[in-house]
Structure formats: structure tokens, C-alpha cells
């Protein structure tokens, strides 16, 4: 019985490092998620149009489309699009102040569950 006990709380701590890997993948999916609609969000107060951002979505799939070994699809999607609007020239047309401006509390792109 003490031999069993000890196999679960073996299996009990693979089961949370388990668990607490998927948090940190998730977290981080979360961080870039919320860049790339940061990016977005500036893009969009510079009136930039559907078409052009229709453009830069489609490039970015296009290059995710053989996704790479060793790498989360999802990740390296938003990741690939994170940076292709941090490529647009759109964005480094803008004055630096507001390129640069910390991230605030007030976020409008928080989605509060």
C-alpha cells in the first residue's frame, strides 16, 4: 500500500509539471497574442486600410504554412505576424513618443473575463 501511495505522488508530480509547463506556454502565447494586438490597434488608429492589413495577414500565413519542427504552430503564427506589423512602415511613421509609450492599465484590448 505505502508502494502505491508513493507511485501516485510520483504520477501526481509529473501531472503538475506538466501542468505548470502548459501554464508558462500559455502565458507566453498570451504576452505575444496581446502585442500583435497592440500592433494592430496602432495600425488601425493610423487609418491604415483593411486591404493593407489583409496584405500582412496573408504574407504571414503564407510563410506558417510549413509549420517548423519543434515549434507550436500558434506561436509561431503570432509570432511571424508580430513581426511583420513591426515591419510595416506605417508604424515608424509615427511620432516616436507614441511609438515608445509604456503599455497602460487601461488597456481597451484587455478582455476582462
Same mark, same amino acid.
Given at each position: &500500500?505505502?508502494?502505491?501511495?508513493?507511485?501516485?505522488? +510520483?504520477?501526481?508530480?509529473?501531472?503538475?509539471?506538466?501542468?505548470?509547463?502548459?501554464?508558462?506556454?500559455?502565458? !507566453?502565447?498570451? +504576452?505575444?497574442?496581446?502585442?500583435?494586438?497592440?500592433?494592430?490597434?496602432? !495600425?488601425?488608429?493610423?487609418?491604415?486600410?483593411?486591404? #493593407?492589413?489583409?496584405?500582412?495577414?496573408?504574407? $504571414?500565413?503564407?510563410?506558417?504554412?510549413?509549420?517548423?519542427?519543434?515549434? #507550436?504552430?500558434?506561436?509561431?503564427?503570432?509570432? $511571424?505576424?508580430?513581426?511583420?506589423?513591426? #515591419?510595416?512602415?506605417?508604424?515608424?511613421?509615427?511620432?516616436? &513618443?507614441? #511609438?515608445?509609450?509604456?503599455?497602460? !492599465?487601461?488597456?481597451?484590448?484587455?478582455?476582462?473575463?
Amino acid at each position: &500500500e505505502l508502494q502505491q501511495k508513493v507511485e501516485e505522488m +510520483e504520477l501526481l508530480k509529473m501531472e503538475l509539471q506538466m501542468l505548470e509547463t502548459e501554464r508558462v506556454r500559455l502565458s !507566453l502565447v498570451e +504576452e505575444k497574442l496581446m502585442d500583435v494586438l497592440q500592433l494592430l490597434q496602432q !495600425l488601425r488608429d493610423l487609418n491604415v486600410s483593411k486591404r #493593407a492589413l489583409g496584405k500582412i495577414l496573408l504574407s $504571414t500565413l503564407e510563410s506558417c504554412r510549413d509549420p517548423q519542427p519543434g515549434k #507550436a504552430q500558434l506561436f509561431e503564427v503570432l509570432d $511571424t505576424l508580430q513581426q511583420e506589423l513591426t #515591419a510595416c512602415e506605417l508604424l515608424h511613421r509615427q511620432p516616436m &513618443e507614441q #511609438a515608445q509609450s509604456p503599455r497602460s !492599465l487601461s488597456n481597451p484590448l484587455v478582455i476582462s473575463c
